[in-house]
């Protein structure tokens, strides 16, 4: 329960949830599957309600997928989430010795999970929209829920690796570029995968 509500508190107030976070002495095992396996199901349950039930504009026409299709694009999504927080994590981790972070591995591997984890979280509560997949009311939930994600970032990398706000400004930018990186081959892997016939099935 102390992990979820750090939760609330990097919204309610993120500077001093940071430095809570960074106090907790916990494990990766910890911070990542307190949160992540569970967080995770609001983008796959909430998509596959989106997209089989509601239904979503496609050529400027109402369509739905069949149950079947959106269950497996609703697991493929579950684990490519679950896959991608830890890659970031892992990244976060790598870098840190570049940047001159202090501490030994154990904890370092902690505080570049949790940050994994926490700068993501706005984005998988807005994942909630996709209940209602229509397409500006979810570029709109998005685009706000990243941009406070990039927020958390440049606010939490300082206090949490316990970092003078220079290098963290630079960590920072490194860390937003890898998750741009991430994003374009998670795509580019979609598109590949439709490809090769594990794409979206239209109801008719």
Not at 142 to 161: D, N, Q, R, V, W
């Amino acid at each position: 329960m102390r992990l979820l509500s750090h939760t609330i508190g990097i919204f309610t107030h993120p500077d001093k949830e940071w430095k809570a976070i960074r106090a907790d002495h916990l494990s990766f095992a910890q911070v990542f599957f307190s949160h992540v396996p569970i967080l995770a199901l609001i983008p796959t349950i909430a998509g596959y309600i989106g997209v089989t039930y509601v239904g979503f504009e496609l050529g400027g026409h109402l369509t739905k997928l069949t149950s079947q299709s959106a269950a497996l694009l609703a697991v493929v999504t579950y684990f490519a989430i679950v896959l991608g927080v830890y890659l970031l994590g892992e990244f976060i981790n790598w870098m840190a010795k570049s940047y001159g972070v202090e501490g030994d591995e154990p904890r370092r591997h902690y505080e570049g999970t949790a940050l994994a984890v926490f700068v993501t979280t706005p984005i998988f509560l807005a994942s909630f929209v996709l209940i209602y997949p229509h397409l500006w009311l979810t570029v709109i939930v998005f685009g706000l829920a990243g941009t406070y994600s990039i927020y958390l970032l440049f606010e939490g990398i300082p206090i949490l690796m316990n970092m003078n706000k220079e290098r963290a400004f630079l960590y920072a930018c490194a860390v937003v570029t890898v998750a741009l990186v991430m994003m374009v081959t998670v795509m580019i892997g979609s598109v590949i995968l439709w490809s090769i016939g594990i794409g979206p099935v239209y109801q008719h």
